[in-house]
């Protein structure tokens, strides 16, 4: 799972198994809109993460480090 974070919404993307990449569309740049998105996916722990380590992603750093990690 890819997020590409911006001040007011996240974009979404994710590698399937097969390599397929698709877009899931936007969600609100709010750590409740996080949770709903992870939960929706699948459980945290099988989940890959990585997010654009700009301004915005701040609340990413204290709030998701067990599963998500800074594209660098």
């Given at each position: 799972m890819g997020?590409?974070?911006h001040a007011e919404t996240i974009a979404v993307a994710i590698a399937e198994p097969d390599g397929e990449v698709r877009s899931l569309g936007t969600?609100?740049?709010?750590a409740e809109?996080?949770?709903?998105l992870v939960k929706k996916l699948g459980p945290a722990e099988h989940l890959k993460a990585c997010y654009e380590a700009g301004l915005r992603a701040t609340f990413f750093i204290g709030s998701w480090p067990n599963w998500a990690s800074r594209a660098k």
């Open positions: 997020l590409d974070v969600i609100a740049n709010r809109s996080v949770r709903k």
